[in-house]
């Protein structure tokens, strides 16, 4: 499985890359804001996204669209990972499409809970 | 200009010596009130201009509104958001350091077992070992080898609550952010006003000519629009009922709308 971790904090990144490595994906491409993520999705043959929010250049909910509205990658599973928690922001993102959605300050067992759910949902 | 009254002056001044020595003391008089006249309406004249310019500058920190806002509203908020920072790169240091305390009594516990085995395994390898220190030795092993598996797992455990805490960097970083996009707004409506109130001192050529043109539009928006990021709940800056405070709150959100 591939993965791309979209966020603007390198750290944050290395967090969630060694989460998804105990979890057992260890195939992981970086990108450090939507603009830079999207040529790289549309380029690569990524089987998800976890994506930030607030990021300078194309924030997660602009990538979230850019992907729901592409014919390549419309089908691809995106995971938002962010601070971002107001109501509204929570269902602005439901309706673009996003396929689950972590709070930060996070932890490893709810990450590992919202992939399995995604996967068991995306195979039924 | 100048020399155009350098002349005048002269020119009065040697009218004023001539009628002094053919002693027209009418004369002397109304050419010095003439004088002293002129030098007090330039007087009148720089002070009205000293107060014109005053005005303009105090109507230039009215205009200037937004430095008002930026002083009631934004500089306050920018403490609380630093506070916040302070008080969650504490809790961060704290959890690393706990989670460091914890680790290292089990290395320490690990290192000396297996020092101890190691020494008594080395008595068995050079056959001098009796029947009951070998039964000692079985025992103790058995149990270093069940302890093992426990022992790791909460350095695994530690280690994972270490990797956890550094997520206050990002955190920390987007509150930051916001604070550094503030100052940096204070800075250019602060220099505009320095600007703007050396502009009308005189003698400085260098300076360019006051101008209250609007500064650009606020980036930050009154009225954020859903999809607005706001960075990170900040306790007593963003109003807690706009903001949902854990997982499970969101997860049942989301399951509301279908999900």
């Given at each position: 499985m591939k993965i791309l971790v979209v966020d603007d904090f390198a750290t944050m990144r290395r967090i969630?890359?060694?989460?998804?490595?105990?979890?057992?994906?260890?195939?992981?491409?970086?990108?450090?804001?939507?603009?830079?993520?999207?040529?790289?999705?549309?380029?690569?043959?990524?089987?998800?996204?976890?994506?930030?929010?607030?990021?300078?250049?194309?924030?997660?909910?602009?990538?979230?669209?850019?992907?729901?509205?592409?014919?390549?990658?419309?089908?691809?599973?995106?995971?938002?990972?962010?601070?971002?928690?107001?109501?509204?922001?929570?269902?602005?993102?439901?309706?673009?499409?996003?396929?689950?959605?972590?709070?930060?300050?996070?932890?490893?067992?709810?990450?590992?809970?919202?992939?399995?759910?995604?996967?068991?949902?995306?195979?039924? | 200009?100048?020399?155009?009254?350098?002349?005048?002056?002269?020119?009065?001044?040697?009218?004023?010596?001539?009628?002094?020595?053919?002693?027209?003391?009418?004369?002397?008089?109304?050419?010095?009130?003439?004088?002293?006249?002129?030098?007090?309406?330039?007087?009148?004249?720089?002070?009205?201009?000293?107060?014109?310019?005053?005005?303009?500058?105090?109507?230039?920190?009215?205009?200037?509104?937004?430095?008002?806002?930026?002083?009631?509203?934004n500089i306050p908020d920018a403490k609380q958001r630093l506070n916040y920072v302070i008080s969650m790169t504490e809790q961060a240091a704290n959890r690393t350091l706990n989670a460091v305390e914890g680790t290292t009594p089990i290395c320490e516990k690990i290192a000396a077992q297996s020092r101890m085995l190691r020494e008594q395994w080395a008595n068995f390898i050079q056959r001098k070992m009796t029947a009951q220190d070998f039964r000692n030795m079985s025992r103790e092993l058995d149990s270093f080898l069940e302890n093992m598996s426990a022992d790791t797992d909460r350095i695994r455990e530690n280690l994972s609550e270490v990797l956890m805490a550094q997520d206050y960097q990002d955190l920390t970083g987007q509150i930051l952010q916001r604070v550094i996009f503030l100052v940096n707004e204070m800075e250019g409506h602060l220099s505009r006003l320095v600007r703007n109130g050396s502009a009308q001192t005189p003698h400085d050529p260098t300076v360019p000519p006051l101008s209250f043109a609007p500064l650009a539009p606020k980036t930050i928006p009154d009225k954020p629009s859903a999809e607005e990021a706001h960075g990170p709940f900040v306790p007593g800056v963003i109003p807690a009922e706009e903001v949902i405070h854990n997982q499970d709150d969101v997860d049942s959100l989301l399951s509301s709308l279908g999900f």
């Open positions: 969630i890359k060694n989460l998804l490595r105990d979890i057992g994906f260890s195939n992981i491409t970086e990108a450090d804001d939507g603009s830079s993520a999207l040529p790289l999705l549309q380029n690569g043959d990524f089987d998800f996204l976890v994506t930030d929010w607030n990021m300078p250049g194309m924030p997660g909910i602009e990538l979230l669209k850019a992907v729901r509205a592409s014919p390549k990658l419309a089908k691809l599973p995106v995971l938002m990972v962010t601070a971002e928690s107001k109501r509204e922001q929570i269902i602005a993102a439901a309706q673009a499409g996003v396929n689950g959605y972590i709070v930060k300050p996070f932890n490893a067992v709810t990450l590992k809970e919202k992939l399995d759910k995604i996967f068991e949902r995306l195979e039924n | 200009m100048e020399n155009l009254e350098r002349n005048n002056l002269l020119e009065r001044i040697k009218l004023l010596a001539e009628c002094i020595e053919a002693g027209n003391e009418e004369e002397v008089n109304r050419i010095l009130d003439d004088i002293l006249q002129k030098r007090e309406h330039m007087l009148f004249q720089e002070l009205g201009r000293l107060t014109r310019e005053f005005h303009d500058a105090l109507n230039s920190f009215r205009l200037d509104s937004r430095v008002t806002e930026l002083a009631r509203d």
